[in-house]
């Protein structure tokens, strides 16, 4: 039988820690906030940047939304960013991505100091990650492992499959899955017979970007499936990477979409803006 794991309920429980502790600070008058920037009108990016402007009011950190057309040209974009980097009052910066094409991605995340970076995408922090040198991590992943501490899964000497190499996801996921000893595999589309990879793991993460891509002649008894993928079905309804019905069965564990990693991204990020304060207020 396996257990589900609930990722409102652990999102729940690290943004009443965030909230707990910024509510200490406001009791000593400081506060803590957060610059959200959105360009364009993609309606995806929009339900993201509610959702997070949402943790921010229930942790109680300050969010201020940034929302530029999307002819807004990159000089004028990195101005603001500039502008939002010398501003004591701002904790954290995130540029939801994607951006319009005519803006250059890696010169926005390039452009957030560093210690402002919550999203945790500039090349020197990811490379903190993976010197375990780091304040904050990737949200996505770090919610995954905060998901697998919550339910006590170990990773130590497990052979950990992630499913995708992205530098939003996969990439640091194996950075943390590694800095607590697990042996790791990055498996991707030129991977040759993935099945064989996946069905000797003990944790299986998947972040694809493909509807029920993991079938159940995929998943080895007993394992751990952690399923990154928001994606749509055939019908129009979200669903995740791995086909959950039908993998269920043979897991011990498994995250369900929605429900499972999406609210833990948004946790982690309230908690990296908690961090950078206190980064930058300690010097
Ligand atoms: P991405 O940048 O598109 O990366 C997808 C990865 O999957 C790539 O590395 C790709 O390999 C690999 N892949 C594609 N087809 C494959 C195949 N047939 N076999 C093996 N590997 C294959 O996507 P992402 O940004 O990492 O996101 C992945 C999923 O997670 C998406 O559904 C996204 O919406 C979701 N997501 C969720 C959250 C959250 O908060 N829960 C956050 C971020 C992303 P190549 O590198 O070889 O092309």
């Not at 009011?57 to 960013?81: F, M, Q, V």
């Not at 501490?149 to 130590?156: A, M, P, Q």
């Not at 589309?189 to 972040?207: E, G, M, P, Q, W």
Request: hydrophobic share 40%.
């Amino acid at each position: 039988m396996y257990k589900l794991i609930d990722g409102k309920e652990v999102s729940a429980f690290i943004k009443n820690q965030v909230k707990d502790e910024v509510e200490v600070l406001k009791e000593k008058g400081e506060s803590v906030s957060l610059a959200v920037i959105i360009v364009g009108d993609n309606p995806a990016s929009r339900v993201y940047v509610n959702n997070k402007k949402k943790a921010c009011e229930a942790t109680g950190i300050i969010s201020y939304e940034y929302a530029l057309p999307e002819e807004t040209k990159e000089e004028e974009l990195l101005a603001l960013i500039k502008e939002l980097n010398e501003n004591s009052e701002i904790n954290g910066i995130l540029c939801q991505l994607p951006l319009p094409k005519h803006i250059d991605e890696k010169k926005v995340i390039d452009a957030i100091a560093s210690e402002k970076d919550v999203d945790c995408f500039r090349a020197e922090n990811v490379g903190k990650m993976w010197l375990g040198e780091y304040d904050f991590a990737a949200c996505t992943p770090k919610g995954v492992m905060l998901l697998l501490e919550y339910y006590g899964i170990d990773v130590c000497g497990k052979n950990c499959v992630i499913i995708g190499r992205s530098n939003i996801v996969g990439k640091p996921m194996a950075s943390l899955l590694l800095e607590k000893s697990a042996t790791v595999t990055i498996c991707h589309s030129k991977t040759k017979d993935l099945a064989s990879f996946t069905r000797n793991a003990d944790v299986i993460v998947a972040a694809v970007g493909r509807p029920k891509f993991v079938t159940a002649d995929m998943v080895g008894d007993g394992a751990v499936v952690v399923d990154v993928g928001i994606n749509r079905d055939e019908n129009g309804k979200l669903c995740g990477d791995v086909d959950f019905e039908n993998v269920k069965e043979k897991t011990s564990y498994i995250t369900p979409v929605p429900g499972g990693c999406g609210p833990m991204t948004i946790a982690v990020l309230m908690r990296n803006t908690l961090v950078a304060y206190r980064i930058q207020k300690n010097g």
